[in-house]
């Protein structure tokens, strides 16, 4: 990686992924420092805009360091940030890992576009499809290995938090979304491939998903709820978790950890065309407003939830909080701030999943300060606002849930497309 951040003293692995089932056997679901010097950064391998980097001449063991925001974001106030990206070759992580990301989240979308853009598959494609293996199993298998990897590198910073931080998170199928049964079994089968301590299983928190997810924190599986729109769904959210874990029967629940992702500048994006649709000054007014402003109260719940007796009778057993995660970070209306759903959402016990475009604007010009607790009545206000102008929540949190999952869907199902028809011609060729 040109100019690149020099790499960690981590090894990679040099284990293939986990076989999978052979298909008779398959389960039905698979379907700031002093002196700074620039340092420039790719992402993920591929030609964009470089990150730059502040870094610090010295620490005080005479050692050279590299500090960047992330750095503190995490030092300072207490949150993770994380890396919304994931594609070959795993090792393009490191720099990032050394200029402060903490861990990695992926989708089928980010998939479907790591493998279908990318030559760096061909190779283990080519091998499954000659000994046998559909499309699907195929795909299964290229992102186990992807995220056996990047587990890899993150287990330095698994091992050092003590399980609280360097998490890889793969999602199960989206099309069991609305599956209860298939998705709990679809967790505990690639918990079970990927075998690795800190990856953290995807699941959506559809009202059919909610029970998956009580049931699989029972069975001990460190889950990262994806797809949360609404406070609404939130709380059942939480309640799955503190639920899983009462559940679970473990006397010992510190190695089961769980990130409750909530979606931000998709709020935004639908309700400021609802808000100009309205047309009024008083509408127009707070648009850009709603997604930040329901963070903040969701960031309030997650204070209550996790406090009380319950909790405390939890904490006896080492339990740990299912820390908020913001997702969906990255700006989608170029008249707003290239941080406005960072730099706004800033305190401790949190995490922030940043893609590229999000990554790039924080570390160049992010603001570190504890934000995510300041002017909540504020917060209060434009979300009790949109409601005066007829804006349901709950409706706004069930549409946004449908639209994800659909693209999520639909980036599976074109992507097991592509791999059928690649496939199909490796066989025609070796005929």
């Excluded at 090894?11 to 389960?27: K, Y």
């Excluded at 080519?126 to 795909?139: N, P, R, T, V």
């Excluded at 047309?279 to 903040?296: C, D, H, M, S, Y």
Aim: aromatic share 6%.
């Amino acid at each position: 990686m040109t100019g690149a951040i020099s790499k960690l003293a981590v090894s990679r692995p040099a284990a293939a992924a986990a076989p999978l089932p052979p298909a008779s056997l398959r389960p039905s679901f698979l379907a700031s420092a002093p002196s700074p010097r620039r340092v420039r950064v790719s992402l993920a391998g591929r030609a964009r805009s470089p990150i730059i980097a502040m870094a610090s001449s010295k620490e005080g063991n005479g050692a050279p360091t590299k500090r960047t925001t992330l750095h503190d974001l995490y030092d300072l106030q207490g949150q993770s940030p994380w890396y919304d990206n994931l594609c070959r070759p795993v090792t393009d992580l490191l720099p990032l890992i050394a200029s402060g990301v903490r861990g990695v989240t992926s989708n089928p979308t980010i998939f479907q576009k790591a493998i279908s853009s990318s030559n760096a598959y061909d190779d283990q494609f080519k091998q499954l499809i000659s000994a046998g293996k559909d499309a699907e199993i195929a795909y299964w298998e290229l992102v186990i290995k992807d995220i056996q990897d990047a587990c890899k590198l993150f287990e330095p910073i698994y091992n050092q938090t003590d399980g609280a931080d360097g998490y890889v998170s793969v999602e199960v199928s989206p099309r069991l979304a609305n599956d209860t049964q298939g998705t709990i079994e679809a967790a505990k089968w690639l918990h079970k491939v990927v075998n690795r301590p800190n990856v953290y299983i995807k699941i959506p928190a559809t009202a059919e998903c909610v029970p998956s997810i009580r049931e699989v924190i029972a069975n001990g599986i460190s889950v990262n709820v994806t797809l949360i729109f609404s406070i609404a769904r939130y709380e059942a959210v939480i309640d799955a978790y503190l639920d899983g874990l009462e559940a679970s029967g473990l006397n010992d629940l510190s190695r089961v950890t769980s990130v409750a992702s909530f979606f931000v500048s998709r709020v935004d994006t639908l309700i400021d065309k609802m808000l100009e649709k309205i047309g009024t000054p008083e509408a127009l007014a707070l648009r850009g407003k709603a997604a930040v402003a329901q963070a903040k109260l969701a960031n309030q719940l997650y204070q209550k939830k996790f406090s009380g007796p319950r909790w405390e009778a939890l904490v006896k057993k080492g339990a740990k909080k299912q820390r908020l995660l913001w997702a969906s970070t990255s700006v989608k209306n170029p008249a707003y701030s290239d941080t406005l759903y960072v730099d706004p959402l800033i305190g401790p016990d949190t995490v922030s999943t940043m893609p590229d475009q999000a990554l790039l604007a924080f570390i160049d010009h992010g603001t570190v300060s504890r934000t995510i607790d300041a002017n909540v009545s504020d917060a209060e206000g434009v979300y009790s606002a949109l409601e005066k102008l007829g804006i349901d929540w709950d409706e706004v949190g069930n549409l946004l849930e449908l639209e994800g999952v659909d693209s999520f869907k639909k980036s599976f199902d074109s992507l097991l497309e592509s791999l059928q028809e690649k496939g199909n011609v490796l066989k025609a060729v070796n005929l």
